[in-house]
């Protein structure tokens, strides 16, 4: 966007260098990170979790 607006382009392609770079080296030191099918898993039990806990509240107050 930068570069369109002709906000100096070559800082700009610099960053845009540096923030791949740096990226990659996010990814190669955590690869977890990067995949989704490991951390899926993980996000919809805890989404199981917190539905089923509003349910037994939901069904505790209209017990009450």
Do not use: C
């Not at 382009?9 to 690869?31: F, H, Q, S």
């Not at 089923?52 to 009450?64: C, D, I, K, Q």
């Amino acid at each position: 966007m930068a570069e369109a607006k002709g906000i100096n382009p070559e800082l700009t392609t610099e960053v845009t260098e540096e923030v791949k770079e740096a990226a990659a080296e996010v990814v190669e030191k955590a690869p977890f990170l990067a995949s989704w099918g490991k951390i899926r898993p993980i996000v919809l039990f805890y989404a199981l979790y917190v539905m089923a806990a509003a349910l037994l509240l939901a069904l505790h107050l209209v017990v009450l």
